[in-house]
């Protein structure tokens, strides 16, 4: 089991910038596709975006396609999540998700499909 731990949230504009950092432990994240998930106050949590182990392949929830980069450093163990254009209806708490697969270009969108969350970072952007 990998221990994902997440930083960089906090308090921003509309239109500003935030970068998320997933740092991994316990297993090299090489072995693992990754994914960013959200959840909004009374809603149910949602994807954002998805990496496959290689890093070649994304994916991306609709509404922040051109907004928001996933990327991965395996050598530093770390996925990351670039968010920028920030509008209010992103304020969430962002967790980040693994799960080890055998692909290196696979990726995953349902949070049923990940084994292994982090406790998550608050975003909130203010209008």
């Known amino acids: 089991q990998v221990q994902l731990a997440e930083s960089g949230g906090g308090l921003v504009q509309a239109g500003g910038s935030l970068r998320l950092s997933c740092a991994a432990s316990?297993?090299?994240?090489?072995?693992?596709?990754m994914g960013w998930f959200r959840q909004a106050p009374g809603k149910e949590r949602e994807f954002v975006a998805a990496?496959?182990?290689?890093?070649?392949?994304?994916y991306y929830l609709e509404s922040v396609k051109g907004r928001f980069t996933i990327s991965r450093d395996n050598a530093e163990n770390t996925v990351y999540l670039q968010m920028d254009s920030l509008k209010p209806e992103d304020t969430a708490v962002y967790y980040c998700?693994?799960?080890?697969?055998?692909?290196?270009?696979?990726?995953?969108?349902?949070?049923?499909?990940?084994?292994?969350w982090g406790q998550g970072t608050q975003v909130v952007v203010s209008s």
């Open positions: 998700a693994a799960r080890t697969t055998d692909g290196s270009g696979i990726y995953y969108l349902s949070e049923y499909e990940y084994s292994d």
């Open positions: 316990g297993h090299f994240l090489s072995s693992y596709a």
């Open positions: 990496i496959s182990r290689s890093g070649g392949t994304t």
